[in-house]
């Protein structure tokens, strides 16, 4: 069947940390945001701005290894280093382990997950990862309703911070999510510099 186009939700700009019980608060991974579409026997990348993103081995790793009939999913294309933690500039030169890491579950075989709350698609992704895509495809790390313990996390290892989003939320236009960064974080250092170098 053909897939339909998914705009990502964007987050926007969150100021300081905070805990909610109906928050659930995502690691945010330094990478490129991608909708992976896994469709008539292959998968595809596309970014934030809808473009084909290029990573050929990880493409074929996916479509060779997922056990689904179709399925689109949100979440970040990172290089990780020994650690796990994200290289950007490794990624930039495509170096390193290059790695799908999902943070949402939106169709699976001919289903739309957009109306079902992000709590449920949660658990629904762990499945997916656990069932149909071991050992290919991780998953972020989240918690609920601990945003502070989180950021401080993530403050500690030198990671981009985390993004907030409500428990309930549908995947549609106008939800709101809420990124909050890491002001300390070391790879924003001479960032925009390297990608001037780059384009």
């Known amino acids: 069947m053909k897939l339909p186009h998914i705009d ?3 987050p926007k700009a969150g100021r300081i940390a905070f805990d909610g ?23 595809k990348f596309r970014s934030k701005r809808g473009k084909l993103l290029s990573f ?8 060779e290894r997922i056990r689904a009939k179709n399925a ?18 490794a990624l930039m030169r ?25 709590s449920q698609r949660k658990k629904a992704l762990e499945r997916f990862r656990e069932k149909r895509a071991a050992g290919v495809i991780r998953t972020a790390f ?14 500690t290892y030198d ?7 409500r428990t309930t939320d549908l995947y549609w236009p106008g939800v709101r999510w809420y990124k909050i960064k890491n002001p300390d974080y070391s790879q924003n250092i001479g960032r925009y510099k390297y990608f001037r170098r780059s384009s």
């Open 159 to 165: 990671l981009e911070g985390m993004v907030a989003k």
């Open 56 to 63: 050929s081995m990880l493409e074929r790793s996916l479509t």
């Open 8 to 10: 990502p939700i964007l």
């Open 72 to 89: 689109i999913l949100d979440g970040e294309i990172c290089s990780l280093a020994p650690g796990g933690w994200p290289d950007f500039r």
């Open 94 to 118: 495509r170096e390193g382990e290059i790695a799908y890491i999902a943070f949402d579950l939106l169709w699976l075989d001919g289903k739309d997950l957009r109306d079902t709350p992000l």
């Open 21 to 43: 019980p109906d928050w659930i608060f995502d690691l945010k991974y330094d990478g490129f945001r991608a909708v992976l579409y896994l469709e008539d026997g292959r998968c």
């Open 142 to 155: 989240f918690t609920s309703g601990s945003g502070v313990g989180l950021f401080e996390l993530a403050r």
